[in-house]
């Protein structure tokens, strides 16, 4: 397992198998609810409400709280639920033919994975389609590394005199830009 700070970025098994923190090829502010609106999935990132997860016998709530207050929680920060956004929530229990809270979790992951894979497909078609990159063929697996691919992957495609040696000012410009932290 690797971690930054308390944030687990890649677990790997022992067959070779790695899963990966996907946020690292996306802009900061990027959510997965943005993510999957990006790619129009017919999909819509769902609502639960963490705030209600004391203890483990809350999963057997048989509905959903239609209150707002308790649908904040330290996940979500200071967004607040819309009564819209609770009705969506309660219909996709009841098309989910969910019988309790701890169904309703089950759905909501589910969910969440459905978007991630299919949001997550999309931006490694259309990498593949604007820049010629896929970033699991290529091993980069964050903004930066997917930065100086594309740059090198241009500069080798145009074979500018100079285009290699550290002197040249597109080059310098393009990594100066593209350096984190």
Known sequence: MEKKGNK?????TSSGISFRDMTKLLAPSTNLRSFGKLFNLEQVKAHFPFGLLTSVK???????????????SDLTGNAKI??????EAQKLYVDSGCKNLGDYLRTYLKLDVIILYKAGQEWRR???RVVGIDFIE??????SSL????GMTVSANNCDIGAFFPNNSQIYRLLRLGMRG
């Open 8 to 12: 687990v970025t890649q677990i790997r």
């Open 58 to 72: 809350i999963l057997d709530l048989p509905e959903l709280p239609s209150d707002p207050k308790l649908w904040k």
């Open 82 to 87: 819309t009564g819209q956004e609770i009705e």
């Open 126 to 128: 259309t990498l593949k």
């Open 138 to 143: 290529t091993g980069k697996y964050t903004i």
């Open 147 to 150: 930065s100086n691919l594309a």
